[in-house]
C-alpha cells in the first residue's frame, strides 16, 4: 500500500491510509509512556555519508582523498575542509567515530541502522523516529508526534512502523510540502464544503456508534487533522520561509528542509526526520562531495546556531546518521563504495555532552583503534539521551516483552550527560 | 582516415594511485594522490622508472612538463611547484585556497596557466614561479588547453562554458556547450574535463560526459567539436550511460584524437575519434582508464587503475590485507 501516493485515491485505500495514520493524532500520552520535554531531530543521509570527507579526515594517508583536514572551534578536533561553518560548532557536538555495524547493503542497511539492529525475534522493529515518538507521545496537542521531511512524494510512511503498525506512522511532507489532497478543490464552494464534512461526521459518528469502527473514528481525526494542517499552514508552506533564513540554510532541498524542520520541532512535533538522498558516492565521489558537502554544512550549522540561540539544544537531540560511511579505499571510478567497518555519527544537544570525539580509527581509516559501538549502542544512548531508559521500559508485542534497543549492547557513558548505571 | 588496430601490451604496476599522466615523447610524468610526480621511460614496450619529485602535499591533479626537464605540478591543497632536472625551480604554497584543477605549459614555454577551482585562472612565469596575471573567471574550472601557435588558451568549467583567451588573459570568446552538466538531487554533475584544440588550430575539442545521475554517476561519454566561436560541429556520444566521462586524450600523428573513457568500475574504452569529419573510428577496452599519453607514432601509454578496484566492505586479498588500489601503465600499440 502507497500512502503517499498523491491524487489517485481510491475511498477505500483512503480509509485505510487515515485509519493507519490516526495514532499519530493521539491526545493521550501514550501507553507506559515517559514523561520528557526532549525532541528528536534526526539527520538521515541516505546512501552513506563518508566519514573520510566528514567527521573523520585521513589527509596524507593513502586513503584521505585529496582534501585537507581544518581545525574547528574545539581545540584538537579536526574536521574536512568541506565543513568549514560546521566546524565553528563542535563545541555543541558530539562526534562518534568508532562505529562499526553489520550491512554494508543498502536494502539491509537502511532499515537495519534504523531499527537498531536488535537481535532477530521474527518481528520488525519500528524506526528510531517513530519509536521516540511512540514513547514521548505528541508534545503540541494538535501536530502528529512524528513527522519527516523528505524528497519526492509525502505521505504516512507505514513502512517504518513495524510491529507498532501504521497506526504510529510518521506523517511526511515530500518536498516538505502540504500533504496531497489537504486543500478543498477549487471548484467546491465553502459552504457546500461545509455541508459535506458536516455529513460525513455524522455518519462517521453513526458508524461508530452502530459498528464500533475504528475506521470511521480514523476518518473523522484524519479530516480534524487535515484541518490542524490548513491552520497550520506555516508549518509546511515554502513560501513562507523567511528569505533571509533560506540564504543562511541554503536554497537547496537539504537545507529548506532542515528549516522546516526548525518549525516543526518549534511547533511542537515530538520526532521530526530530515531525509536527505543522493549521498551513495560509488563515481566521481571527490567532486560530488565538493558540491553535496557544502549544502550538508550550510544547512546543518544554521540548524546547530538557531537551536542554540533558542535556547532549543536543551531539549532537542539531534542525530547525523548514515546507513554507513564509505570505503577508505578509492575505487577505479573515483569512488567511494559502501563501508560499515568503521564510520562516523554525529549528536548534539539535549542529554549529550558536547565539544568531544568518542572512538578513533586507525591512522588510515581502515578500521576501528579500540573498542568499537555498533548501532545498538547509539540507540540505547539516543534513548537515555531523550529521557527513555531502556532498561526500565520495553515494548509489549503481542504479549512479548521485546527490548527497546539490542539487550548485548550499553549506553555509551561518554556521550550521555546523565549516564545510567549500566553505561560504558 | 584508417581505423586503428589497438593491442594493449603488459601493463606495468604502479606503487600508488596516480591522478594525471603527461608525456613528452618517451618520457612520462605521472601525479600521484600522494603529491609525488613519478617519472618513467617508455623504452620500447617496457617502462621504466627515472625517479621522482616530492613537495606536494593533496592530490596532484594538473601536470606538464617542456622539453628541457621543465616540470609543473598543481594539487588538490592549491599548492604549485616545479621541478627542472632532479631540483626543485620554484615552489607557490597556497597559490589558491582549494584545488588547483590543472595545469598547461605555453607553447613558448614562457608561462604555465594554472586552472582553479575557485574560479582563478592564473598564468605564473615559468623560471620564477610569479604570478604574470590572474583573472577571476567566476566557475571551477575544470581543464585548459593552449593553441598551437600559443596565441590562444581555452579553459572549460563544471557547468559546461568554455572561455577562450588571449594569450594575456583577455576574454575573446565565451559560450556554453549545453548537456555537459546536470544537478542531479543535491549533487552537481558533469563539466568539461578536458580541451583540445584540433589539428587545424581552430576547431576545440570538448570532452566529458552528457550527465544522467549522481551517486553511481552515470553518463554518456562525450566529445564535442566546435569552432573557435563556439558552433557546435560535431557531437559524439561514445558509448552508453554506464561509460562514464571522456577524461584525457592525445593527439596522434597521424591527426586523430586518442580518447580515453572510464565508467563503472571495471570498464572503459581507447576511442580513436577523427575530430575534424566527427567520427570515432575504432575503440578498445581497457580497464579502468583515466590518462593517456602518445609515446610514438605506434605506441601510446594510458594510465588506469587495477581490476577489481571496486567493493563493498572490507574487502581483503587472499593473506587477509585490506588493500587500496594502485595505478597501471598500460602501454597500447596502435597501427
Redesign the interface.
Known amino acids: 500500500m502507497n500512502c503517499g501516493m498523491q491524487h489517485s485515491l481510491s475511498r477505500r485505500s483512503w480509509m485505510s491510509c487515515m485509519g493507519a495514520a490516526t495514532a499519530s493524532l493521539a491526545r493521550a500520552a501514550p501507553s507506559g509512556g515517559v514523561s520528557s520535554d526532549r525532541q528528536l531531530l534526526l539527520v538521515w543521509l541516505d ?1 552513506g555519508l563518508s566519514q573520510l570527507e566528514s567527521w573523520d579526515p585521513k589527509p ?1 594517508t ?2 584521505g ?4 583536514s581544518i581545525p574547528s572551534v574545539v581545540s584538537g578536533i579536526r574536521i574536512s575542509e568541506l565543513m568549514p561553518q560546521t566546524a565553528r560548532h563542535t563545541n555543541k557536538l558530539a562526534l562518534i567515530r568508532n562505529l562499526c555495524t553489520q550491512d ?2 543498502h536494502s539491509a542497511g537502511v532499515a537495519r541502522i534504523q531499527r537498531g539492529d536488535p537481535k532477530n525475534r521474527g518481528v520488525d522493529y519500528p524506526y528510531l523516529n517513530v519509536a521516540s515518538a511512540r514513547w514521548l507521545g505528541p508534545k503540541a496537542v494538535e501536530l502528529p508526534a512524528s513527522m519527516v521531511i523528505k ?1 519526492g512524494n509525502g505521505g504516512f510512511l507505514v513502512n517504518e512502523t513495524g510491529f507498532l503498525g501504521p497506526r504510529h506512522a510518521a506523517l511526511a511532507l515530500g518536498d516538505g510540502k502540504p500533504p496531497a489532497l489537504l486543500d478543498r478543490p477549487a471548484d467546491l464552494a465553502a459552504a457546500e464544503d461545509d455541508l459535506r464534512l458536516s455529513l460525513r461526521d455524522t455518519l462517521d459518528r453513526m458508524g461508530a456508534t452502530a459498528r464500533g469502527s475504528s475506521l470511521a473514528l480514523a476518518n473523522t481525526e484524519t479530516f480534524k487533522l487535515a484541518e490542524t494542517l490548513r491552520r497550520r499552514r506555516d508549518l509546511f508552506d515554502p513560501a513562507r520561509l523567511s528569505r533571509n533564513d533560506i540564504e543562511r540554510y541554503g536554497d ?3 537545507g529548506r528542509h532542515l528549516l522546516q524542520a526548525r518549525g516543526l520541532l518549534e511547533a511542537g512535533v515530538r520526532s521530526v526526520k530530515v531525509i ?9 565521489h571527490f ?2 562531495s ?3 558537502m557544502p ?1 550538508f554544512d550550510r544547512g546543518l550549522s544554521a540548524l546547530l546556531d538557531d537551536l542554540g540561540n533558542r535556547g532549543m539544544l536543551d531539549h532537542v537531540l539531534v542525530v547525523v546518521l548514515s546507513e554507513f560511511g564509505r ?9 567511494r ?5 568503521a564510520w562516523s555519527a554525529a549528536m548534539a544537544g539535549a542529554g549529550i555532552v558536547p565539544g568531544q570525539v568518542v572512538g578513533e580509527t586507525v591512522a588510515d581509516g ?2 576501528v583503534k579500540g573498542d568499537s559501538y555498533d548501532i545498538g549502542h547509539l540507540f540505547h544512548t539516543i534513548f537515555y539521551a531523550l529521557g527513555i531508559s531502556t532498561s526500565a521500559i520495553h515494548y509489549e508485542q503481542s504479549g512479548q516483552p521485546l527490548p527497546l534497543a539490542h539487550e548485548g549492547m550499553y549506553p555509551i557513558k561518554a556521550l550521555l550527560r546523565k549516564p545510567p548505571e549500566n553505561a560504558r | 582516415m584508417k581505423p586503428a588496430v589497438f593491442k594493449l601490451q603488459k601493463p606495468v604496476p604502479l606503487d600508488a594511485q596516480m591522478a594525471c599522466l603527461r608525456g613528452d615523447g618517451p618520457n612520462l610524468i605521472a601525479g600521484g594522490f600522494d603529491g609525488v610526480a613519478r617519472r618513467y621511460r617508455a623504452d620500447g614496450m617496457s617502462i621504466v622508472t627515472t625517479g621522482a619529485f616530492n613537495g606536494l602535499t593533496g592530490w596532484l591533479t594538473g601536470i606538464d612538463q617542456l622539453p628541457g626537464g621543465f616540470v609543473v605540478g598543481v594539487d588538490s591543497h592549491g599548492n604549485a611547484m616545479s621541478w627542472k632536472g632532479d631540483a626543485r625551480l620554484w615552489s607557490r604554497p597556497s597559490l589558491s585556497a582549494g584545488w588547483l584543477r590543472a595545469a598547461a605549459n605555453s607553447p613558448d614555454g614562457k608561462f604555465v596557466a594554472i586552472a582553479a577551482r575557485d574560479g582563478f585562472l592564473r598564468l605564473l612565469r615559468t623560471d620564477t614561479g610569479a604570478t604574470h596575471k590572474e583573472l577571476s573567471l567566476g566557475d571551477d574550472l575544470m581543464s585548459l588547453a593552449w593553441s598551437r601557435d600559443g596565441s590562444r588558451l581555452a579553459v572549460g568549467n563544471l557547468h559546461g562554458s568554455v572561455v577562450v583567451l588571449s594569450s594575456s588573459l583577455t576574454v575573446t570568446v565565451k559560450f556554453d556547450i549545453p548537456g555537459f552538466f546536470k544537478i542531479d538531487r543535491l549533487q552537481a554533475v558533469g563539466g568539461i574535463r578536458r580541451l583540445a584544440w584540433g589539428p587545424d588550430d581552430a576547431t576545440l575539442v570538448a570532452m566529458g560526459a552528457e550527465p544522467r545521475t549522481g551517486g553511481f554517476v552515470q553518463a554518456i561519454p562525450r566529445v564535442a567539436v566546435t569552432d573557435a566561436q563556439g558552433k557546435l560541429m560535431h557531437d559524439l556520444k561514445l558509448g552508453g550511460e554506464n561509460e562514464g566521462f571522456a577524461l584525457d586524450s592525445g593527439w596522434h600523428p597521424d591527426g586523430w584524437l586518442a580518447v580515453v573513457t572510464s565508467g563503472q568500475p571495471g570498464t572503459g574504452k581507447i576511442h580513436q575519434i577523427d575530430v575534424l569529419s566527427g567520427k570515432a573510428l575504432a575503440s578498445v577496452p581497457v580497464v579502468n582508464p583515466h590518462g593517456i599519453t602518445m609515446v610514438s607514432r605506434q605506441l601510446m601509454v594510458v594510465l588506469a587503475t587495477n581490476a577489481n578496484s571496486s567493493g563493498n566492505g572490507k574487502v581483503k586479498d587472499s593473506g587477509g590485507t585490506y588493500r587500496g588500489n594502485h595505478s597501471v601503465l598500460q602501454p597500447v600499440t596502435a597501427v
Not at chain 1, 276 to 284: E, L, Q, R, V
Not at chain 1, 337 to 341: A, K
Open positions: 546512501g596524507g593513502r586513503f582523498g585529496p582534501f585537507r554494508n547493503s524528497p537547496t532541498d537539504l536527505s538522498y543522493g549521498w551513495d558516492s560509488h563515481g566521481d567532486n560530488g565538493m558540491s553535496l549544502q570505503t577508505p579505499r578509492i575505487n577505479g571510478h573515483l569512488g563504495d559502501h563501508w560499515p567497518e581502515s578500521e
